[in-house]
């Protein structure tokens, strides 16, 4: 869902590109504005790919993170991603406390 997420707003991005630079409706607004509105969106792109990346190496935690943060300027379109990136998270989470009760010589069944 993640990686579904980020394709959509690297999408939204060729598609301002494009409404930007060849609307005629847009033709009174100075190129520089398009420009920047463009290099934010891609900076924040880019931020959720390396997000994306570093949860693909095991960093989990940390890459969710990265990924929401980068796709907070895509909202409502950067729900996909932050949804996504809150699920692997979340798996992370339960996982560890797995792993943390076996090392302690509980079964996961216990309760205490």
Do not use: C
């Not at 996909?80 to 509980?106: C, E, F, K, P, Y």
């Amino acid at each position: 869902m993640a990686i579904s997420g980020i394709v959509l707003n690297f999408l939204y991005i060729l598609y301002v590109n494009g409404v930007m630079r060849h609307d005629p409706s847009t033709g009174n607004m100075p190129d520089g504005v398009w420009q920047v509105l463009v290099g934010v969106l891609l900076i924040s792109w880019l931020i959720s790919l390396s997000g994306l990346v570093m949860m693909w190496l095991g960093k989990k935690r940390p890459g969710g993170i990265a990924a929401i943060v980068g796709a907070v300027i895509f909202v409502p379109l950067g729900l996909v991603a932050i949804i996504g990136a809150r699920r692997v998270m979340s798996s992370n989470d339960s996982d560890t406390l797995a792993d943390r009760r076996v090392a302690a010589g509980r079964s996961t069944e216990e309760r205490t």
